[in-house]
């Protein structure tokens, strides 16, 4: 290698960019000359030949045309050379470079793409061949000539195929169909990748022959095949098929494939040549279809039943479409109303209209939230409003933009009448507690209690088990009703009127238990039983998670009436701890002596300013009861010579554990 060459491939320094010399007059081209000279410019290649000895290589003309400068007599220098080559490009070309200058061997050949920057700023990419020509005496390179081609046009059609290549495949593979075309001079079909995916073969470099295609056809589907190949086969230029039909694949599935032809090419006399094909994989779409019918059908009937007004409301154009119950809700027939959100929600009683529309904003506006409930009145074509729930749910994108809303809206006037006149009987029996209550101001507390407890038992008691007689007379006779509208809304009103009179059964109780002397009657018990039983007494909300950990073998010896009051007590408290949902945990073990049973919430926990007054009688957090449940429970647990304590932290949740005598020998 000579100097000047050694020194330009171990510099360090970045290439400065050198302007070419003016052009010198060129010597007379022969005719070879000439011809390769043309043929260069028209393939885009130029060559070149480097004598290392001297500092300048030999350029052809269309190898200064190629790097966007005047032609000169001489070429460029390493350097200059160099320069134009694109930044990201340039380390590998100078390490290609050295690695061939450090062990060369005559006639070596290496080929590589690299880019340069043309003066005008134009990035083009290069497709260079070199060749070591001949070596000095003591091994070095004496000469390398090369062609150096213009291919970025090239490169450029090269990577949109390929990048349309790789998405016909992507495409294929997410919509499940392939591409085909079968040229009748040629006994094989051209198949996708796609198309031997959806028959379940693997890939290979020729399509099926018509018999190998017929062979995967389901029997019943093959003469269809046939008779659609045969008006292919006669079909002008451009015509087109259509059909569906179905094949086995070798693992014996059967799928539907939706299958769409089209002549391409005829021969002179008019004849099919060419036909091109897409199939695609529909089974999923046409058991969806099926299902979404039956669904539709199924969801008609129980629509009707219900006696429930169906409805759908695209939300771009605000349009809502009445499926099914306008005329037996509001008395409209669905031709004589204006099928618009405006107009519905005119229908909307003015008071509760505000709140109608907050819950749809709420519901549009957070991405998460796709259902809402709410009662409100509306008006009937009489004029006449009714007392509706509408329930719904938002259909929205994955970004959580609403597209539909597809609800029911149910008549629910009675049951709302219904609803009061039961607060209204809780509300005046709560009074006459409260009454009887004040009755006791000054006297003995013990004492006091005890009266009420009397007076409620003899005010309250005889009207409840009359009721409770009516409820069960009502319910026996509940079968004789054909509407099933009416029938449901007798049973939910029941339904109320059973959860009040429990209620006020536990005021009755709960004012007895304090108030008379406790005399337990001590069995021995299996607390994993107890609470098994219990539990199945308890409603325990969705929301509200159940984690039961009992130990097998623990046994007490304790009252189970007593012990059953106590927990229901617990429980139901620390369930109503939990109005959004929450984990209630029920913890119970033998330690030493004892056995000891734990209800723990997770709940909105007990302010510490009024956790001292907690056991405290007619102290209650509570707007709605009388202060006596946990007293109750206090009294219920220490007459079985045992007590109970409690740990709570605002915002957190309570627990409360109770600690009686194991007894393991009673």
């Known amino acids: 290698m000579s100097a000047s060459a050694n020194s330009i491939l171990t510099s360090t320094k970045k290439p400065r960019r050198t302007k070419a010399s003016p052009p010198s007059a060129p010597p007379k081209p022969t005719e070879e000359t000439r011809l390769l000279e043309l043929a260069e410019e028209l393939t885009h290649f130029g060559s070149w030949i480097w004598e290392t000895s001297k500092p ?112 016909l495949a992507i495409a294929e593979q997410m919509a499940h169909f392939g591409s085909w075309q079968l ?45 659609n190949a045969q008006v292919m086969f006669n079909s002008p230029l451009n015509h087109q098929e259509n059909f569906d039909y179905r094949i086995i694949r070798p693992d014996r599935q059967t799928r539907i494939l939706h299958a769409q ?80 959100v405006d107009w519905t929600l005119g229908t909307i009683h003015p008071d509760d209209r505000p709140a109608v529309e907050a819950k749809l904003r709420e519901v549009m506006a957070d991405p998460n939230r796709d259902r809402y409930s709410i009662e409100y009145r509306v008006r009937q074509k009489s004029g006449s409003y009714i007392t509706v729930k509408d329930t719904s749910r938002a259909i929205k994108t994955p970004e959580g933009k609403a597209l539909r809303f597809i609800g029911g809206i149910r008549d629910i006037t009675q049951r709302k009448i219904d609803r009061e006149r039961i607060r209204q009987y809780n509300r005046q029996l709560e009074q006459l507690v409260a009454e009887r209550t004040k009755q006791l101001i000054g006297l003995e507390r013990l004492a006091a209690i005890g009266e009420v407890a009397g007076m409620v038992g003899h005010d309250i008691r005889n009207p409840l ?67 098994f039983e219990l539990l199945k007494t308890i409603h325990l909300p969705p929301a509200v998670k159940l984690n039961l950990n009992i130990a097998d073998d623990t046994k007490l010896a304790a009252d189970p009436t007593f012990l059953r009051r106590a927990l229901t007590n617990l429980i139901n408290n620390a369930v109503q701890a939990m109005p959004e949902g929450g984990t209630l945990t029920i913890d119970g073990a033998q330690e030493n002596n004892t056995t000891y049973i734990a209800i723990q919430d997770t709940g909105i926990g007990i302010p510490a300013e009024l956790q001292q007054k907690l056991f405290t009688p007619m102290f209650t957090t509570k707007a709605k009861g009388q202060g006596l449940g946990l007293v109750v ?34």
């Open 183 to 227: 040229d009748i001079t040629q006994p094989r079909a051209t198949w996708s990748m796609g198309m031997f995916s959806v028959f379940g073969v693997k890939p290979r470099q020729e399509g099926f022959t018509w018999e190998e295609y017929l062979s995967f056809i389901y029997p019943d589907d093959r003469k269809a095949a046939e008779k």
């Open 261 to 340: 032809r089209q002549v391409t090419e005829v021969t002179s006399d008019g004849k099919v040549r060419v036909v091109v094909g897409v199939d695609q994989d529909v089974t999923e779409q046409k058991q969806a279809e099926e299902a979404l019918k039956e669904s539709e059908e199924r969801f008609r009937i129980v629509a009707e039943a219900a006696n429930v007004m169906v409805y759908e409301v695209d939300v771009p154009s605000m349009k809502i479409h009445f499926m099914h119950g306008i005329e037996k809700l509001l008395g409209y027939r669905p031709e004589e109303i204006p099928r618009t």
């Open 56 to 167: 300048h290589a030999v350029w052809s003309n269309e190898m200064f045309r190629i790097f966007g400068i005047a032609p000169n007599s001489e070429g460029l220098t390493l350097d200059e050379f160099t320069s134009f080559i694109h930044p990201d490009d340039r380390v590998e070309v100078m390490k290609r470079m050295k690695s061939a200058f450090i062990k060369p061997r005559l006639n070596q050949k290496e080929e590589l793409d690299y880019r340069i920057i043309r003066p005008d700023g134009q990035v083009r990419t290069i497709h260079s061949q070199r060749q070591i020509k001949a070596l000095t005496w003591d091994g070095r390179i004496k000469t390398i000539v090369g062609v150096d081609q213009d291919v970025t046009e090239q490169r450029e059609a090269d990577q949109v195929n390929a990048e349309r290549t790789r998405m």
């Open 633 to 666: 429970v206090k009294r219920l647990i220490e007459a079985q010579d045992g007590n109970i304590s409690f740990r709570s932290e605002k915002g957190k949740g309570t627990r409360f554990t109770i600690r009686l005598p194991s007894k393991t020998g009673a």
């Open 465 to 531: 088990q009359a009721l409770t007689g009516e409820i069960y007379l009502i319910r026996s006779n509940l079968d004789s009703i054909d509407n099933p509208e009416a029938k449901q809304e007798v049973e939910e009103c029941l339904d109320s009127v059973d959860e009040e009179i429990s209620y006020i059964n536990k005021i009755v109780a709960d004012l007895q238990d304090y108030s008379r002397k406790l005399n337990p009657e001590t069995t021995k018990i299996q607390l994993n039983q107890l609470l």
